[in-house]
């Protein structure tokens, strides 16, 4: 009986053996299958084809009312809570807050198209709502002013609090712990930038694509450039390495090819908006999607995948006003991105890290930060505090155009020998910045320092403009934000800028050598900043002021974009981040 009962234990266990084994093979078969289906076919195994139809919207919870189209007065009322006329036979100057104003109160323009848009579903899908149309057009307003300091105040409250939404790398922390001011420095800012290139490492895949290959190929040649010493278009000292900036723009404009997406309909996407302090933003997307030389119509052949929308027709469009909230607006760029990813395979194979975005509205960092963490990400705000990663992310200029028909109107300054005052500014007091630069400079407290809340409208007085084209040193202070349009204004009126903004990325830090043509000044030393204009010997400022006239042709939009200039800047920003990513 003992035996027996021995015999079937020795079976019972033989049997689980049996189980545990089986169960173990299934476990690997699975996993790798699922590391092959992941690494090599991007998920599409199992993935529904592109053919297959979803209501985008249906597998989001969006607790809001539904849109609904707009006529007569209403559709009248809904334009113009939107849009602040400015005469601009008044206007004198460009800079966002002294001529057309700040963010509420910017030159807009009524947009119709809007009402009309919604009625096409593609759109009623992505809408997550819009404004009750019981508010009246006073209360609008109001509520408009309000929410324009309100929001700002709030989301800076939640980010300190929220531990959530800090993005900082540990190599970004460790520089600003090292640093006792806690500013990293423009050299600091380099370092970070080429650890991030040299931490990917290219490896040659035996199934790698063409387009891989060609990305390696212009890794290789980028890093290993042709030397040049001398070039009649581009002046040496403006550069951190001419030779290896010429060859990554010449492989740009003989390789480089742009998917764009079409999805999506007006205003948010597809609509570039021209005028105002983000016309950036509008103006690459017009030039990016008339592009016969970058743009492709095949998708396997694309290096980049753009998608075009607009975070200032986002906002404007959006956001509403007393909701101190812009959770309205991720969830409208969620569902674009669900309509994306479940149309198309591309998305789902890198998740986004091939994709880009160009987004100039100083809310664009923390709308995009959760759903396109991954993507190359253009912006105006590019505020290292605030999660701007180096190596994929872009500083993207701020420039504001008043005339669209002319956006070199007013180019260029007086020569050295003409200009007699030492420094400017005349703006807004946005943040807690400019209070303190007027309050140390402000009035009549230094002839050579022309610091002013806003200019005193007065016959025989010099406008905004004037004072740009007169001043040696165009004073650049940080609003709400880090970025301000006076940075490209300064080199747009040939006056040398003086950045007071900790921690502000200037735009193509990777190429350009700012230090060369530009003054960086601590907010902290704002008391002592005549004394360190004044320390600046003559033949260095002189040195300087012709370097801006130098530079000045990589800010500039042309109507039909030349070479160099600041769509092909900002394009090749993009180009050099995604080929050292390879």
Known sequence: ??????????????????????????????????????????????????QDKF??????DVSTEPVRTLSGPERLNFSSSISVEVDEEESTGLEEDHVIGSDKNDTVQAHDS????????????LLPGTRSSNETYEKIVEDAD?????????????????????????????????????????TEMMNLLHQSHTSHVSLKLKQSSTVDQELLYARSQIENPPLIENDPLLHTPLYWNLSMFKRSYELMERKLKVYVYREGKRPVLHKPVLKGIYASEGWFM??????????????RKAHLFY???????LEETLYVPGSHSDQNLIQFLKNYLDMISSKYNFWNKTGGSDHFLVACHDWAPSETRQYMAKCIRALCNSDVSEGFVFGKDVALPETTILVPRRPLRALGGKPVSQRQILAFFAGGMHGY???????????NRDPDMKIFS???KSKGKKSYLEYMKSSKYCICPKGHEVNSPRVVEALFYECVPVIISDNFVPPFLEVLNWESFAVFVLEKDIPDLKNILVSITEERYREMQMRVKMVQKHFLWHSKPERFDIFHMILHSIWYNRVFQS
């Open 433 to 443: 910045l400019r209070p303190l630069l007027l309050q140390n400079w402000g009035g």
């Open 146 to 186: 309000i929410a324009f300091e309100n929001t700002r105040k709030v989301e800076i409250l939640e980010s300190k609090s929220d531990p959530s939404v800090d993005n900082l790398s540990s190599k970004v922390k460790r520089f600003m712990k090292v640093s006792n001011s806690g500013v990293v420095s423009i």
């Open 286 to 299: 017009k030039q990016l999607k008339s592009s016969r030389t970058f743009v492709t119509k095949d998708p």
């Open 1 to 50: 009986m003992l035996n027996l009962w021995e015999q079937l234990l020795v079976y019972e266990s033989e049997e689980a053996m049996k189980l545990l084994r089986f169960a173990g093979l299934v476990f690997i078969f699975i996993t790798t299958f699922q590391f092959v289906n992941i690494r090599y076919f991007g998920g599409s195994i199992f993935s529904l084809s592109s």
């Open 307 to 313: 998608l075009p929308f607009s975070s200032k027709m």
């Open 454 to 456: 806003e200019i005193p």
């Open 55 to 60: 209501p985008v919207s249906s597998s989001i």
């Open 114 to 125: 809007f009402i009309e848009d919604v009625k096409d579903k593609e759109t009623l899908d």
